[in-house]
């Protein structure tokens, strides 16, 4: 291991190539994490990442940095637990620290309703050997003596809780340049400042796209946009079942280090944790409407801190340094989008909302995978685009841990 | 970003007395299952002016029809049940 806080991966300034066998549009993690396998498990290295910004400008460098597999159906929860698996492994795989710290994760109940879902979650997670369980409020101010168990004192007091202990924080940036950085040593181009404009589809068949920096062949088109996944689908004529929402977050000044858990509260849409730059991480729930504006608001930061005030005290002496929005593209079920589309060629991993961060080594390289050897793997089968015109949704809006 | 929607019956209000409708889409009795799998599950999303619906919840309690622009948040009010009606 080379370098705890290495700087930002540096990109070979190459021009793009005319063509290329697979195209990646969209550089953060999915994106990057996609290239990586093709190229490390496949030996596919004629691989282009295309990115209009930085890498990880998107949701990938805005999410809240929190990896979990306490999911709530059967399909997601072996995916998470895979994904979670492959992230603990990843700081060697890539020879890049991405600083992951287990803290133990609280999904706290307020409400009778809420405290089923959680007793659920806890046996469906260990059926699935997944280390979650159920708790009283007594274990959880053992484990988490900050917590305010009376939540305020506005009547509605933490009476129970799912604790997954696996769960952990990564530094997101890391996974970015990480992934970048080895996918790059492979001979993966990575294209910063490249957009993308049009997807060329001749016959039914995707076949390339044209680019801020020319046109571009491609043997295989991958789109991994996050929130911008229906306006590049549309590129192709292909329409998909997302909204994009906007989400927000907030950190408050670094301080010595006080919070070792993470506590989210399922009935308050709140969740919380210390970086390991020890800044104070608060995030809430998505906006119900629908806006590709990343502009933050005042009413949000009010209701957010008053939420974060009442579940741990001690945070309303601190002081807020900087809040900001990401984009996330959400589907109906609240479960991914991944595979091939009616446009031969053209592969969509989309429907990340806000759960995309803590799946991408899975998902990259389930990507990787459908693209080299063109058969879905199984892990990724129940998340077929269309699987909602046979009613084969994978409801899980409970998981997203923002609803 | 916060944003007001002039609703045609209470005047500008924030957008935060509102419910969100979602994209405007009109229903065929008549279409075919592929019509109606792509009218209730696809959705343009699209970035930039979008026809959709919202219901003042907090004010005359109708729903309105408008016009927003998704990626800076303008809105042109086109249609509302009015009072009375």
């Known amino acids: ?403 | 970003m916060g944003f007001k929607i002039d609703c045609p019956n209470c005047g500008p209000r924030s957008y935060h007395e509102f419910w969100f409708g979602g994209e405007l889409r009109r229903y065929d009795p008549d279409c075919t299952d592929e019509e109606d799998y792509r009218n209730t599950w696809l959705r343009a999303n699209a970035a930039g002016p979008q026809q959709e619906r919202w219901f003042h919840y907090a004010g005359c309690r109708r729903w309105l029809t408008l016009e927003r622009d998704t990626v800076n948040n303008t809105v042109t009010p086109l249609q509302v049940i009015p009072l009375g009606g």
């Open chain 1, 1 to 403: 291991m080379s370098g705890l806080l290495r700087r930002r991966t540096y990109l070979h300034a190459a021009e793009p190539k005319r063509s290329y066998d697979v195209v990646v549009i969209g550089g953060g993690g999915h994106g990057l994490a996609t290239a990586y396998y093709l190229a490390s498990r496949h030996g596919i290295t004629n691989v282009a990442v295309l990115e209009r910004s930085y890498i990880g400008a998107g949701a990938t460098g805005r999410n809240t940095t929190i990896v979990r597999a306490n999911y709530k159906m059967p399909e997601s929860v072996a995916f998470f637990k895979r994904s979670f698996e492959l992230y603990r492994g990843l700081s060697d795989e890539l020879d890049y620290n991405l600083l992951m710290s287990r803290r133990g994760l609280f999904w706290l109940a307020h409400s009778e309703n809420v405290l089923r879902l959680q007793r659920e979650r806890a046996l469906l997670n260990q059926a699935f050997d997944v280390d979650t369980v159920f708790i009283g409020p007594d274990e959880v101010k053992k484990l988490c003596p900050q917590i305010d168990l009376e939540a305020g004192g506005k009547g509605h007091p933490i009476i129970g809780a799912s604790y997954h202990a696996p769960g952990s924080v990564i530094r997101h940036d890391a996974v970015v340049w990480g992934y970048a950085a080895a996918a790059q040593r492979l001979g993966v181009h990575v294209h910063e400042g490249v957009g993308v404009v049009g997807i060329t589809v001749e016959k039914g068949r995707a076949v390339g796209v044209e680019t801020t920096a020319g046109r571009i062949a491609a043997g295989t088109i991958v789109s991994a946009t996050a929130g911008y996944s229906s306006t590049v689908a549309a590129l192709a004529g292909v329409c998909l079942p997302i909204t994009t929402h906007p989400l927000q977050a907030f950190v408050t000044e670094p301080y010595k280090p006080i919070l070792h858990r993470i506590v989210a509260s399922a009935d308050m849409l709140v969740y919380i944790s210390q970086t390991s730059r020890g800044e104070i991480l608060v995030g809430a729930e998505i906006e119900r409407y629908t806006t590709y504006s990343t502009r933050s608001t005042f009413s949000f930061l009010a209701e957010c801190a008053s939420r974060s005030i009442d579940l741990l005290p001690f945070t309303g002496k601190l002081r807020i340094l900087r809040q900001w929005t990401g984009l996330c593209d959400m589907s109906p079920d609240y479960s991914p989008l991944m595979g091939p589309t009616e446009v031969d060629r053209f592969l969509v991993t989309a429907g990340w909302g806000t759960w995309g961060f803590k799946a991408i080594p899975a998902g990259g390289m389930a990507m990787a995978e459908l693209v080299a050897t063109g058969t879905t793997p199984a892990n990724i089968a129940p998340f077929r685009i269309d699987r909602f015109r046979d009613d084969r949704a994978v409801p899980d809006r409970s998981s997203a841990g923002t609803h």
